[in-house]
């Protein structure tokens, strides 16, 4: 009923860019806050920025200066630009949203498959 679908992943040099999207669809009244979290091989998942629906944003220091959160309220979408990525920023990137469902009078986070980012010469 709610689904996140991310695209954009894939592989890329030193140094290179990739944009990260992320599309909510389904019953969907209100995104609260949209973010991007990763997970590399042997490591826990962290967080690597959030917007709220005003736009305030949030990033984890290992990015700040060469990622971009932004979002496209009116598409359910989120995006992640990232530039200047360095091998140690391979990892599955996870799109997630604290949205509220029409059916459910809460606010409930939600979570999209991952797409893998591969960052090697």
């Known amino acids: 009923q709610v689904q996140l679908v991310e695209s954009g992943g894939g592989f890329v040099q030193p140094g290179g860019s990739l944009r990260l999207s992320c599309a909510a669809s389904g019953s969907i009244l209100s995104i609260s806050t949209m973010g991007w979290y990763r997970q590399a091989p042997g490591q826990q998942r962290e967080l690597v920025a959030t917007?709220?629906?005003?736009?305030?944003?949030n990033y984890t220091d290992s990015v700040k200066g060469r990622f971009t959160i932004s979002r496209a309220n009116a598409k359910n979408t989120a995006y992640l630009q990232m530039n200047s990525l360095r091998p140690e920023d391979t990892a599955v990137y996870y799109c997630?949203?604290?949205?509220?469902?029409?059916?459910?009078?809460?606010?409930?986070?939600?979570w999209g498959q991952g797409t893998q980012v591969t960052v090697a010469s």
């Open positions: 997630t949203a604290y949205l509220l469902a029409n059916w459910y009078p809460n606010y409930e986070n939600y």
């Open positions: 917007i709220t629906v005003a736009g305030k944003t």
